[in-house]
Nanobody, 116 residues
Framework: QVQLVESGGGLVQPGGSLRLSCAASGFIFSRYAMNWYRQRPGEERELVAAITGIGGNTNYADSVKGRFTISRDNAKNTVYLQMNSLKPEDTAVYYC?????????WGQGTQVTVSS
């Protein structure tokens, strides 16, 4: 029933920007904190950003702090990740995540490639 569907990934040049979206359904969206994770090949999945249900508090990995912004629009059941000043090391599959009704739920992932 819970669905998280990411979009917005793609190929971008270093220094460029992308905005990822995660469309959520199957739960009362505003009650849950939401997260963005990423995973590089051969690497552990890494928490990138988190946002509380109302959106009043956010947290970021040190590697993206100052460059990425997580936000949400509860009226649209959507969480966003605005990524600016992208670096090659940001290349990864990005996943939307939330712990919904006691279960960790994941989107399908969207590929972000930062390359010249």
């Amino acid at each position: 029933q819970v669905q998280l569907v990411e979009s917005g990934g793609g190929l971008v040049q270093p220094g460029g920007s992308l905005r990822l979206s995660c469309a959520a359904s199957g739960f009362i969206f505003s009650r849950y904190a939401m997260n963005w994770y990423r995973q590089r090949p051969g690497e552990e999945r890494e928490l990138v950003a988190a946002i509380t249900g109302i959106g009043g508090n956010t947290n970021y990995a040190d590697s993206v702090k100052g460059r990425f912004t997580i936000s949400r629009d509860n009226a649209k059941n959507t969480v966003y990740l605005q990524m600016n000043s992208l670096k090659p090391e940001d290349t990864a599959v990005y996943y939307c995540n939330g712990r919904i009704r006691g279960r960790s739920e994941w989107g399908q992932g969207t590929q972000v490639t930062v390359s010249s």
